[in-house]
């Protein structure tokens, strides 16, 4: 019985063996054909590719809306992106004590930049040339970036994190990430940068070099005798190492993001109305009635205006990004999967995602019942924001981002790193408030009341989510007679005991 076992055993694992080494030898000559096709500017492929992009940049040039949708998908797929997700997923893996899945992600990243580089210069091949130019993109165009490193970036995260889905959304989640792809493929063909041939070798070499890093993977995974069966014989349904299942569990600790649960949605609810009706007020009494305020805020306006400088203005102008939306974004794709990997708990994530969004909900419900015009002085802004002068938004986004981390630092970590988070949060607030009235889009009292609002909101969402539960700090606070809830492991002791 067991050697019948063994022997059908070993028939699936040759079976899957030869249909995954025929898949990859037929990417790799379809690949190596669209390339010879290409460099020989073979007619027929040409013919194709031109009536393709001049089709659909005609189609999508008179329609704005398309357009703004296309670039945004476009920039999932961006260098950018992957800059951003596949360094945050390294020291995530790193927190996990994970570093060979951390060396898996570097080396597939850093790899897919110099293929895409090397190809791009190899062929040399031009860009479409468009009756409406959407976008600038100088580089060669065979093959698409976007193409190959959204199927590499999106590929990596799902191969590192699938053993953690649930089963029975894997095959959602993996057509998902498929989708994605395929999308920002297709916007760079619509948006008249790339053309279909382009798209498709992206395709093709992303995938070829995450099967080559994922083999790569698998095998020095087995040398160490790490995997739980042979490497080869897992299911790509289980992901690159389901043997790490238990440490790249996001949050295994078994505890309510809000420790009051409806009561303090209710707060919430109650602290943001009641938030809201006390700074209208004082926006209106400062719009309609303080004339006081009104001739300092001028005045202080009025001042900066004349201090301008051409060499501080770009300094002011990069400081006050810190607080755009783009800023406060890119924050946010960084903190909030780092709060999670080193807490190991919900409730920190949530805690930022909730104020920020809170703040800018916030933010324009005053912003829309005040309507304060903006200074009258040159704004150094190519289009002033269509929401009134007060509050700031910057001010207020950065105070809520940046001061939230610098909150969630405080209580999870201990000495010099807490206080330099600190100090660096202090001073991106203060800098952008400063940069708004630099810039003449803010009076002082429009920021100093984004700050008071802000701060306002941080302690309602601080009281809510409670994100220090479990820090070592509170610990050490609550002291040996606690109750199981306080006396939840540290990250660290955590990943040990699952391990």
């Not at 492929?45 to 703004?68: K, M």
């Amino acid at each position: 019985m067991s050697d019948q076992h063994d022997r059908s055993g070993a028939a699936r694992f040759a079976g899957r063996s030869l249909l995954g080494l025929g898949a990859v030898l037929v990417a790799g000559l379809v690949f190596a054909g669209v390339l010879i096709l290409v460099m020989s500017a073979w007619p027929p492929l040409r013919d194709v590719d031109v009536g393709v992009v001049d089709s659909l940049n005609a189609a999508v040039s008179e329609r704005p809306w398309a357009v703004t949708a296309l670039q945004l998908v476009t920039d999932l797929g961006g260098a950018e992106a992957a800059w951003i997700l596949l360094p945050v997923a390294v020291v995530w893996l790193l927190i996990r004590r994970l570093p060979r899945l951390a060396a898996y992600v570097a080396v597939t990243g850093l790899g897919a930049a110099v293929l895409n580089t090397g190809v791009k210069a190899l062929v040399d091949r031009a860009r479409p040339v468009v009756d409406t130019p959407l976008l600038e993109t100088p580089a060669a165009g065979f093959p698409s970036g976007h193409a190959m490193g959204s199927t590499i970036t999106y590929g990596v995260l799902l191969l590192v994190f699938l053993p953690v889905v649930p089963v029975r959304l894997r095959r959602s989640v993996t057509a998902g990430a498929v989708v994605l792809v395929a999308a920002i493929g297709l916007t760079r063909i619509a948006l008249g940068v790339h053309y279909p041939s382009d798209v498709f070798a992206g395709w093709l070499l992303g995938m070829l070099w995450l099967t080559v890093t994922a083999v790569a993977f698998r095998s020095w995974r087995q040398e160490e005798g790490l995997g739980e069966r042979p490497a080869r014989e897992r299911p790509a349904r289980e992901g690159l190492a389901p043997e790490d299942r238990a440490a790249l569990e996001p949050a295994p600790a078994h505890e309510a993001p809000l420790p009051a649960g409806w009561v303090a949605v209710a707060v919430l609810v109650t602290a943001g109305v009641m938030i809201w009706g006390a700074f209208v007020g004082l926006g209106l009494l400062m719009t309609d009635v303080l004339a006081p305020v009104r001739q300092v805020d001028m005045a202080v306006i009025e001042w900066f205006a004349q201090v301008r400088t051409q060499t501080l203005t770009p300094v002011v102008v990069a400081v006050s990004h810190l607080g755009s939306t783009i800023g406060i974004v890119l924050a946010l794709l960084v903190a909030v999967p780092l709060a999670l990997g080193l807490t190991r708990r919900w409730g920190p994530p949530l805690f930022l995602v909730v104020v920020t969004v809170g703040e800018t909900a916030l933010f324009l419900a005053i912003s829309t019942v005040v309507g304060r015009q903006r200074p009258e002085v040159d704004p150094l802004s190519a289009a002033l924001p269509p929401t009134s002068s007060f509050p700031s938004g910057h001010v207020a986004a950065a105070f809520a981002t940046y001061g939230g981390i610098a909150l969630l630092v405080l209580a999870w970590t201990r000495g010099r790193l807490a206080y330099l988070v600190l100090v660096v949060a202090v001073l991106a607030v203060v800098g952008v408030a400063l940069a708004r009235v630099y810039r003449g889009v803010h009076y002082p009292s429009d920021t100093l009341a984004s700050l008071l609002f802000t701060a306002a909101w941080l302690a309602a969402c601080w009281w809510a989510f409670r994100p220090g539960r479990g820090s070592p700090s509170a610990q050490d606070h609550a002291g040996p007679d606690t109750d199981q809830g306080a006396r939840t492991p540290s990250p660290a002791s955590a990943v040990r005991s699952e391990r």
